[in-house]
């Protein structure tokens, strides 16, 4: 994703707290004075705008419903698991590489939030399991195609050479993989390019499309 | 005392409301133990009750200070409540719903990881605000791109190529009651409507949807002859014709209402 991709999406994401949190319902000034300051994010505003206004037309006879907190329940501890994948994950590109390991290059899909990766998945022809393995490095570089790379590299428009350097780097964890804290949650056992096309819930169209490039 | 925000809009730095700043303070004051009792109280009447944004904040200077068990303790908390809340409000008869409602939740969850990172777009400055209203925005915009993925993969029926008009008379009293319905009270009759209004509103195609907030709910014009003014139309990306037509359609649905209000 390139630099302006990612400012923009963060503009709107600011764009549409801002609404939420300007009035507790937002009204005509509140809209119009943020379409005036955000007029390429109008369509996505007023479609927030809307939602807000309903949600506090329902909420205002809701009691405050918290559930149950006292145990943790799977979806809740699979939450903590991708924290601390992520949160390992950015700890590791931020540290020196090691002097025996492949040089690492930037990673250019540390800055991709789930809906992110969704969509560029999207983009690249494939899923979210399959874009995650390229976020996390988990495809042995030897076995993907100069095609598939440049396939990469337009679709991010990111330079090739970074995106060369990024698959080059030692794998990081399958992004949903449950560990204890202290284990360390990564594997440098890489997947096979066909076999990573195989292995991730891909379509019968789309890994044909992956496998011809 | 809470560190300040970092976020800012049109060049303000957020803040926190001053009844949050007050709670969060005094919450930085405590034992783990007690944070921790505290985050564990559902009942937001409960004057030990620990407003999510003061345990969202706690988790974040957990996080600052390398505490890593109060943070993963605090945040799993948090999580817990994030959950109860996406249980209640991703609709269960959206297909995926459990899935959607996990991506969600992991998403939030990584927004504590990003946290003070070089991607960092201090995005959890403003669930320090107001963490309901922030929490709907995140929940909203994941929602509705995964809606519009399923339905990019399920072909919606193509609309009848001849909008046939509904002529009726819009309903003058249920347009004043909905014009009014933000302020209106408590009592038994108003809640009945309210919660009638909210059904009917939710049912409708979303083009009469936004057409009908927007005008009456939000009180856009429908259209102006300024080419300069926001209305309900240039919202739209349609002309005023439009609008109207879309508002004659969702009010002769509306119009029911009357019958059992």
């Known amino acids: 994703m390139n630099t302006e991709t990612i400012r923009s999406a963060g503009s709107l994401r600011d764009a549409l707290y801002a609404l939420a949190l300007a009035k507790p319902v937002p009204d ?51 939450a903590m698991s991708r924290f601390q994948n992520r949160l390992y ?36 022809g494939c899923n979210t399991v399959f874009a995650m393995k390229l976020r996390d490095r988990v495809i042995d570089p030897e076995t993907m195609t100069e095609r598939f790379r440049r396939h990469v590299a337009d679709t991010m428009k990111a330079p090739i050479d970074v995106v060369i350097a990024h698959f080059a780097g030692r794998s990081a964890m399958a992004a949903r993989a449950h560990y204890k804290a202290e284990q360390k949650p990564e594997t440098d056992r890489k997947q096979s390019f066909e076999e990573a096309v195989r292995s991730s819930g891909l379509t019968v169209e789309q890994q044909a499309f992956l496998l011809s490039l | ?21 007050a709670a969060t303070d005094a919450a930085l004051t405590q034992d783990l133990d007690t944070q921790l009792r505290r985050a564990l109280i559902r009942d937001t009447h409960d ?18 200070r390398h505490d890593d068990a109060a943070r993963d303790a605090l945040l ?50 403003f669930f320090e605000v107001r963490f309901n209203r922030a929490f709907f925005t995140f929940r909203a915009t994941r929602a509705r791109s995964e809606l519009a993925r399923l339905s990019s993969q399920t072909p919606l029926p193509e609309p009848s190529d001849e909008i046939e008009l509904i002529e009726q ?93």
């Open chain 1, 28 to 78: 005509a000034a509140v809209l119009d004075d943020l379409v005036r300051r955000y007029p390429h994010y109008a369509v996505q505003l007023t479609d927030m705008a809307v939602e807000l206004a309903l949600e506090a037309l329902a909420d205002r006879d809701e009691k405050p419903r918290l559930g149950d907190v006292s145990g943790t329940s799977p979806a809740v501890a699979r």
């Open chain 1, 89 to 124: 994950a950015l700890t590791k590109a931020r540290q020196p590489a090691n002097i025996n390991a492949a040089p690492e290059g930037p990673n250019p899909f540390a800055s991709l939030d789930r809906a992110e990766l969704r969509g560029l998945g999207s983009r690249l």
């Open chain 2, 1 to 21: 005392m809470a560190r300040p925000l970092e976020k800012t809009t049109n060049g303000k730095l957020y803040t926190r409301p001053p009844e949050i700043e």
């Open chain 2, 47 to 64: 004057p030990e009750y620990l407003p999510s944004e003061c345990l969202l904040h706690l988790v974040r200077e957990a996080r600052r």
């Open chain 2, 76 to 125: 799993l908390l948090l999580l817990a409540r994030v959950e109860a809340n996406l249980n209640a409000k991703v609709d269960g008869q959206i297909p995926g719903a459990v899935e959607l409602r996990e991506d969600i939740l992991g998403d939030f969850a990584e927004l504590f990881a990003i946290d003070g990172s070089p991607n960092d777009r201090h995005e959890l400055d």
């Open chain 2, 169 to 261: 008379e819009l309903d003058d009293e249920v347009l004043a009651r909905l014009a009014d319905l933000q302020g209106v009270g408590g009592n038994p009759e108003d809640r009945l409507f309210r919660k009638q209004v909210f059904d009917a509103i939710k049912a409708l195609p979303l083009d009469e949807r936004k057409a009908v907030v927007l005008v009456h709910l939000l009180g856009f014009q429908q259209g102006s002859e300024d080419p300069n003014e926001t209305t309900a139309a240039t919202l739209c990306v349609v002309d005023v014709r439009t609008i109207q037509n879309r508002l004659k359609r969702a009010f002769a649905k509306l119009s029911k209402l009357q019958e059992v209000a």
